[in-house]
C-alpha cells in the first residue's frame, strides 16, 4: 500500500543570531497509509507541532522533501498552493481560541474555506454550516453567534468544523485536547474517531496524553529534540516501549488507579538536557539515558528496524542491533 503522505529527510531549522541555529526538526522521514492515524508524541519543545506545521507548508522547510498521493509538494507555497491543497489537506490548530478570528460569526469561521473555494452559493454556505454544527455537537442557531460566547470544548468543535467542512482526506490534529477539561477531552475525542469512521479520514494526532494517542492511533511515533527516536504500533510502542526515551516517557504516565499510582515507584531522568542548538553527533539523549555507552555519544542511531529481543521495531538507539535488509 503506498503512502497517503509522506515526509523524506524532512527538516525545520529556525536561525535566532549569528551562528545560532535551532534544530526544531531533523531529518524526519514518516511515511502514513491512507485512513491511517499515526500519533505523534513527546515533551514540549520536542518538535511535534513544527512537525506537523512544515508538513503541511505553514512552516517553510530548511531541507527535505513531502509527498502528497504520490505529488510532491511545493517548496514554497504561494497563495494558489494554499487554496489548492486546503481541499484535501486541513490542520485542527491547538488553541481553540486564538485560532478563531474574534470579528467573524461562526457560521462566517466555518464556512469561509467553502467561499473562497467558489463553487457554492450563499445559501448553500449556510445550510453546509448548518449541517456541520450538528455533526460537532453544537445547533445551527449558533452560526450566528461570536468565539467567545463559547466555552473550550465547543469553540474546539468549531475548529473541528471549519476542517472538515472541507472533506479533506488528510487532517494533522495539532494537540486539539491540551486546553480542555478531562470529560470535553473524551468528547472531542470520541468525535473524531466518529468522523475518521465516516470519512475515512487520515490522521497525525499530536498530544501529550499517552494513553489517548494509543487510544486513537494505529501507530505511535516518539518524538525527543526534533527528531522520531521510536515508530511501532500503537499497543506495542505503549505496552514494550523499546527507546530508553520512551519507557521513561511511558513510565511518567499516570496510571488510572489512584492505589497503583500511589504505590508506583517515581522514574526520574537524570543529566542535562542537550541544546538544541547547533547539535552535533552522537544520540540526543544521551546526556540524560541511563544505558549510555560511548558509541552513544559519537554516532548517531538512525531510525531503522532493529533486533529488540524478538520484538522488531523501528528505534534509533545503539542498544540493539540493525535487522539487516534483503540483499
Keep these: 500500500m503506498s503512502a497517503l503522505i509522506e515526509s523524506k529527510a524532512l527538516t525545520k531549522h529556525f ?89 467573524m460569526t461562526v457560521g462566517e469561521i466555518i464556512g469561509e474555506g467553502l467561499r473562497l473555494r467558489g463553487d457554492s452559493e450563499g445559501a448553500a454556505i449556510r445550510e453546509a454550516v448548518a449541517v456541520w454544527l450538528e455533526r460537532v455537537g453544537l445547533e445551527r442557531g449558533h452560526m450566528s453567534r461570536y468565539p467567545h460566547e463559547f466555552s473550550g ?26 486546553a480542555l477539561d478531562v470529560s470535553v477531552q473524551a468528547q472531542i475525542v470520541r468525535l473524531l474517531g466518529e468522523l475518521k469512521d465516516s470519512l475515512g479520514l487520515t490522521m497525525l494526532f499530536i498530544a501529550h496524553d499517552l494513553s489517548m494517542v494509543r487510544y486513537v492511533s494505529d501507530r505511535i511515533a516518539v518524538m525527543y529534540m526534533g527528531a522520531v527516536v521510536e515508530l511501532g504500533p500503537a499497543d506495542d510502542v505503549y505496552f514494550e516501549p523499546k527507546h530508553p526515551y520512551t519507557q521513561i516517557l511511558i513510565a511518567s504516565n499516570p496510571r488510572p488507579d489512584p492505589r497503583s499510582e500511589r504505590n508506583r515507584k517515581s522514574v526520574a531522568i537524570t543529566g542535562e538536557i542537550s541544546s538544541p542548538l547547533n547539535i552535533g553527533s552522537g544520540c540526543r539523549f544521551a546526556n540524560r539515558c541511563p544505558h549510555v555507552m560511548e558509541v552513544c555519544r559519537a554516532d548517531t542511531p538512525g531510525l531503522i528496524l532493529r533486533d529488540c529481543g524478538g520484538s522488531p521495531r523501528e528505534v534509533a538507539c545503539h542498544l540493539y542491533e540493525p535487522i539487516a535488509g534483503p540483499n
Design 15 to 103: 536561525k535566532i543570531g549569528r551562528n545560532q541555529i535551532v534544530h526544531a526538526v531533523d531529518d524526519v522521514s514518516l511515511a502514513i497509509e491512507d485512513k491511517e492515524i499515526v500519533g505523534l508524541v513527546g515533551e514540549s519543545g520536542s518538535g511535534k507541532s513544527t512537525f506537523g506545521k512544515t508538513l503541511l507548508g505553514l512552516h517553510r522547510k530548511t531541507a527535505g522533501e513531502v509527498y502528497f498521493e504520490g505529488e510532491q509538494l511545493p517548496d514554497i507555497y504561494k497563495p494558489a498552493d494554499f487554496q489548492r491543497y486546503a481541499q484535501r489537506i486541513q490542520m485542527i490548530f491547538q488553541d481553540p481560541y486564538s485560532s478563531l478570528n474574534p470579528r
Design 153 to 178: 470544548g465547543q469553540r474546539q468543535r468549531v475548529g473541528v468544523a471549519r476542517a472538515l467542512i472541507m472533506q479533506p482526506k488528510f487532517v494533522v490534529c495539532d494537540e486539539p485536547i491540551s
